[in-house]
């Protein structure tokens, strides 16, 4: 089979590898469509130490749709679509990969799979919005409106929150985020973010405010900016495994924080579930964050768009078959 790895700092290559075999218990599946998401341009596309490298075999990617051409499984049979979450260490960017159950998520027969997949990066943030309180009437602002920020602030309007102010230095992300449902929006880079948000909220803080960028400086933001007592959630991954945080703010604003990450807690799957019953109701779009679409072979084209901010990208989707 087809596939694609980094063997340098920021280098794919293409290979042909064995096509994986499928155990009691799995299915295999064609994949059809995979994306780029930050985390792989942060992590496993950001540079390693040359011992590193080659990466293993379809890293970094784990955003991935596909169609079951095997099962050896009760619960899913040949033909049926899925998006499915590859095991920890193992990555995307090949054309058939085996999976269980437990990593796998029901497709409908209708509508394209590049746009379907897209419910795979909005599931995790449903799961971050899940852990807030109820936002009904209140004031919500996110740090960051890559296609995470913007999942949140397509959620949260939709929750009824009275206000999603988005904060974000680029103007074509700040643009989009109106499609979203945002109601304000702020350009760090051209206006003071304090101010505004004072101005928005009534000189009080957002009550619910969402690191979703992965910097410190906007981690520590979130405790400035949040009004006392609020929430801050966590979303972002910061590149440093160590994070300084303004210790005064914490004490002045008394803030909950809770940190989220849908893949980590136990259960990988049931907010992307929801996400595609949600979507097939006509509750959200996240096909919406889709602003290119390329084949399999313009895989570096597609991580060095992202990682640079190139052509206003917000999401990439790859058709594995081109």
Known sequence: MKAARLVGPKLFEFLETETPVANDGQVLIKLERVSVCGSDCRHGFNIHPEEEYPMDIG?????????????????????QRVI???????????????????????????GLLDEWVMCQPSGTVLYSCQQMPNVLGKNVAIMGQGSIGLSFAMITSRMGAAS??????????????KQFGSTHRINPDKEKVDDAIA??????????IVEAAGYPDTFNDC????????????????ADEFVSIE???????????????GARSGDPTSQIKHMVALRQRGWCEP????????????VQKAYDMYDQQQEEVIKVVMNINE
């Open 287 to 298: 096909a919406n964050l889709i602003t290119h679409r390329m084949g399999f072979t313009d």
């Open 223 to 238: 405790f400035r900016l949040v009004r006392q007592f609020g929430t801050i959630i966590v979303f972002g991954i910061q």
């Open 164 to 177: 999603v102010t988005v904060v974000d230095p680029l103007d074509y992300r700040l643009e989009k985020s």
């Open 199 to 208: 101005e928005i909220t009534g000189g009080v803080g957002p009550d619910v």
């Open 247 to 261: 210790h005064s703010w914490i004490m002045e604003k008394q803030p909950r924080m809770i940190g989220t990450t």
């Open 59 to 79: 890293r970094p990617c784990h955003e991935l749709a596909g169609t079951i051409v095997e099962s050896r499984t009760d619960e899913y049979h040949e033909g």
């Open 84 to 110: 499915a979450i590859p095991e920890r260490g193992k990555g995307g960017l090949v054309e058939y990969m085996t999976s269980d159950p437990s990593r796998m998520i029901l497709l409908p027969d209708e």
